[in-house]
């Protein structure tokens, strides 16, 4: 008698177990990312290799972008969102949105939450796209479902 309960003690146990496993990983796993790592936001970085290297990305992480406030010596970055592959493609800001300030990539940084999966056409806007075009300050991020997360 005694036996039989408390087998059925840990096959409960066992089972929220399960239940646990199953369902907690969807909800909390987002990861953290700082965009460029120790480069951080800045002229001359190449961030669609840094996309490569660590993608995939999956919904509800987030990118930070860390970069200082421009002074004598520092020169500004700022982050803005394009509309289209186009505009993207040829660092055309017209129709761009800003995302942070020259100023918000300071202290811990500002941190963008990929909430949508579509894709994401991050540039910097400073010099009239000068830091897009010749300075590599674009990348595309288009995240994955959090359920195909596997790791
Ligand atoms: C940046 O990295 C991408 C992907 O690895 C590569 O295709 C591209 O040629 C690189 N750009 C430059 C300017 O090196
Ligand atoms: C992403 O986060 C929001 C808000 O915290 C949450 O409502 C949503 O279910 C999350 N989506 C996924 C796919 O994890
Ligand atoms: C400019 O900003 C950088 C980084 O925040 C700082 O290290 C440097 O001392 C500042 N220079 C001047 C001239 O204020
Ligand atoms: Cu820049």
Redesign the pocket.
Known sequence: MEGRSSAKLVAAAAAVAVAMLVLVPEATRAERFIVGDAARWTWGYNYTDWVIKKGPFFQNDSLVFMY??P????HAHSVYMMRSAAAYQSCNLKAARLVANVMQGAGQGYEFVLKKRKPHYFVCGERGGIHCTMGQMKFIVKPKSSACRDD
């Open positions: 200082d406030p002074n004598a010596t520092v």
